[in-house]
């Protein structure tokens, strides 16, 4: 198995109902990928760190290989999720390894 990991910043202009709202669209978005992309196993966004956080989102995701991963990457559907969150984050920070 192999984990994907992603933590994201929001645009920091943004206000706390702008980041709320961005949060919901982003989980939603993501979250609908589940059962629909070969090779994935699971998929997580979660929304409400605690406030010692320094990230605003994290993206927990589980795919069979590395290239279920590679697939997922490329997927339109994945795309258009990720297009989304690309307008509203400022940061991006990936970790993937094997479980």
């Not at 059962?35 to 929304?47: D, F, K, N, P, T």
């Amino acid at each position: 198995m192999v984990k994907h990991i992603i933590l994201w910043k929001l645009k920091s202009e943004y206000t706390d109902e702008q980041k709320a709202e961005a949060k919901a669209e982003c989980k939603r978005r993501l979250e609908s990928l589940n059962g629909r992309i070969e090779g994935m196993i699971s998929l997580s966004v979660i929304i409400d760190g605690c406030k010692s956080s320094n990230a605003d989102m994290m993206l927990d995701s589980t795919f069979e290989t590395e290239e279920a991963l590679a697939g997922y990457q490329v997927n339109p559907l994945h795309q258009e999720a990720a297009g989304y969150v690309r307008s509203v984050v400022e940061n991006r920070l990936c970790l993937d390894f094997h479980a």
